[in-house]
């Protein structure tokens, strides 16, 4: 299965200080990480930073040896300090390469030959035809070699700025199961949900409105649950409903 999360892009519309939005959008990623959450989608709801948000997630996704040759420097990634480390299985440390492992790396032709940055003091010969950002496997320490590969465990989300209405980009995505996230939504403790199975999305609203009022009518979800019952505080931050509601749900999967 794969988990599809639909945030906002006025998801940090209301605050202006940089670091506070930058730490906001590292908590996104934070939670999305944990729970291992493949696709992150970004919908108009009426704001502005659907790139800022967009560039930081996919800067916190990508490895940090990588980071250097995929991101120039920019004023979206000034703050980026604030916010914790991804750590998952593909941000791999510096150590000594090994047959059989599996690394995230940029694959470049230099003169007839293509080379792969996978993080180590040397490039790695690239046996197959490919270039830019790739997932390899290696296949020999000396010379260090590698090939395209799968990864067999979870590696990272992608990023989609849709810059399309929720409605229209619950449609692109092409769910099996589509779940919105709403207090005025059955209590999820009372609701008996099918396998969680295939493409699952789950939506979130935006601070000022929530999923049910961006829609207009637009789209029929599944189930319109609220993960957060008995909630203490007037409101719920989306980045705070998105780490409970995956808390949730991840008592549910079935892979």
Known sequence: MAWH????????EETDDP??????????ARA????????????????????FIKTVLE?????????????PLMPELK????????RTPHHKL???PKVGEIREGYAFRKGRRVYADIGFDELAIVEGNVEGRATFKIVSTRPLKVVPAKPVEYWGYRVHLSGKSLAKTLKKARLDLAIATSRKGRDVRK???PPLEGEVGIAFGSPRKGVMELLGGEYEFDFVLN?????RTKTVRTEEALLATLAVFNLMRRD
């Open 59 to 71: 800067y916190m996704e990508t490895p940090q040896y990588l980071r250097k040759r995929l991101f």
């Open 32 to 51: 999305c990480a944990i729970f291992g959450v493949e696709h992150i989608w970004i919908y108009r709801a009426g704001g502005r930073d659907g790139k």
């Open 227 to 231: 993960t957060i019952p008995n909630q």
């Open 94 to 96: 510096k150590g000594k």
């Open 79 to 86: 703050y980026v300090g604030v916010v914790p480390p991804l």
């Open 191 to 193: 609701v008996r949900l």
């Open 19 to 28: 670091k506070i939005r930058t730490y906001k959008v590292g908590q996104v």
């Open 5 to 12: 999360v639909f945030i906002p892009d006025s998801l940090l």
